[in-house]
């Protein structure tokens, strides 16, 4: 039986974040003038993969059966595919995913699969690749992410999810082309509304393109239509195309948010628990692990982690004050 919090909202994902460092600079997420500069962890102080490995086993027992590995850059974490191997034999998972930035997935979705990971969902803003390489900041080819998505198809990582965050002014001329691209191919595009999360990277509400505008872009070149949820709660809504060449997914943090729904816990890489994307503080796990504690304990900590939660930010975003100060996406993992 999963442990409810105080809207009655059940444990049901873990979203591991096993390092804040990351081989991108996002515009978006982590901006070049703040983030080469920037202190990271160090490696004493981040959760090693046994640590990692306990929490989410505890947590499983709490009812969490789907995890996720997110960051920064997961695939940047040394072996990660030792975790993924620990992870993926514990007992009630029933989902084991990545975020990643792909840069790396071509040479690692073998060992990945072979590991236990089930799924991957990919980060990619545009399809052009000076817009591309405008989003990320880097100098690497849009090519590199768009080959790694047919390698992790072909590895057994698919049906790849494709995650584009639309900021207007940067990249919203890539809606039509990023949809055109992924037509008929088997992978789900999804369109992440660009969230206010963290501060670095100077959020305006101007900036935000929301759903609806994208819905009309796109059905204005291809009519689309609603679909049923996959299951209950499920984040992104479901559209198809009417011609057949698929489906697609929406994720309306700002327009429409969706706490009501929101099962998911987040692990830093550092070991503190978050319980929303927008929490200015976690309940700190690494501590503890460090000083011996028992898994009664642990189970303790994790328990009232959640059953004290009454996160809804994004529903009360404008209405009330923003906790400070505001953890990065880059750190709590997305
Ligand atoms: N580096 C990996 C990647 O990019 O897939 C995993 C971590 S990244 C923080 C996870 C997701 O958060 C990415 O899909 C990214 O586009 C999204 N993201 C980052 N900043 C965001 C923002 N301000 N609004 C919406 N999504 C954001
Ligand atoms: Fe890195 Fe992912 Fe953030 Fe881009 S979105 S900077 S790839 S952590
Ligand atoms: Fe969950 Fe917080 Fe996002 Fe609401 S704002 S959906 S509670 S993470």
């Known amino acids: 039986m999963a442990i409810?919090?105080?809207f009655g909202r059940p444990l049901r994902d873990l979203r591991i974040s096993v390092t804040d460092r990351c081989s991108f600079r996002c515009v978006y997420c982590m901006p070049r003038e703040i983030y080469d500069d920037h202190e990271y962890l160090k490696r004493s102080q981040?959760?090693?993969?046994?640590?990692?490995?306990r929490v989410a086993r505890v947590a499983v027992d709490l009812g969490v059966s789907k995890l996720r590995l997110t960051g920064g850059e997961p695939l940047l974490r040394r072996e990660v595919e030792q975790l993924?191997?620990?992870?993926?034999?514990?007992?009630?998972?029933?989902?084991?995913?990545?975020?990643?930035?792909?840069?790396?997935?071509?040479?690692?979705?073998?060992?990945?699969?072979a590991a236990g990971l089930g799924r991957v969902t990919i980060s990619l803003d545009a399809i052009d690749d000076t817009r591309f390489r405008e989003m990320v900041d880097t100098d690497v080819d849009v090519d590199v992410v768009l080959r790694a998505i047919?390698?992790?198809?072909t590895a057994g990582l698919g049906p790849v999810k494709i995650n584009a965050v639309v900021r207007r002014g940067w990249n919203e001329d890539q809606v039509l082309p990023l949809a055109e691209y992924f037509r008929n191919t088997g992978h789900v595009l999804r369109?992440?509304?660009y969230m206010d999360v963290g501060s670095t990277n100077q959020w305006v509400l101007d900036e935000v393109v929301t759903s609806q505008q994208l819905i009309d872009a796109i059905s204005s070149e291809w009519?689309?239509?609603?679909?049923?949820?996959?299951?209950?709660?499920?984040?992104?809504e479901r559209w198809t195309y009417r011609d057949g060449a698929g489906e697609l997914g929406f994720i309306s943090s700002?327009?429409?948010?969706?706490?009501?729904?929101?099962?998911r816990l987040r692990l830093s890489a550092e070991g503190s628990l978050y319980t929303c994307l927008f929490a200015s503080s976690g309940t700190d796990l690494r501590g503890p692990l460090r000083d011996g504690v028992s898994d009664d304990e642990l189970r303790g900590l994790i328990t009232q982690t959640w059953?004290?939660?009454?996160?809804?930010?994004?529903?009360?975003?404008?209405?009330?004050?923003?906790?400070?100060?505001?953890?990065?996406?880059?750190?709590?993992?997305?």
């Open 223 to 236: 009519p689309i239509e609603p679909v049923d949820p996959n299951y209950p709660g499920e984040v992104a």
């Open 307 to 334: 059953t004290d939660r009454s996160d809804r930010y994004s529903e009360l975003r404008g209405a009330t004050p923003l906790p400070t100060p505001k953890v990065e996406m880059s750190y709590i993992g997305g």
């Open 191 to 193: 369109f992440i509304e």
């Open 84 to 113: 993924v191997e620990r992870l993926s034999g514990i007992d009630g998972v029933e989902d084991l995913a990545m975020t990643t930035n792909a840069l790396q997935l071509s040479k690692k979705a073998p060992a990945l699969v």
């Open 4 to 6: 409810k919090d105080t």
């Open 150 to 153: 047919e390698d992790a198809a």
């Open 254 to 263: 700002v327009s429409a948010p969706f706490c009501g729904s929101c099962t």
């Open 46 to 53: 981040i959760l090693t993969y046994d640590e990692i490995t």
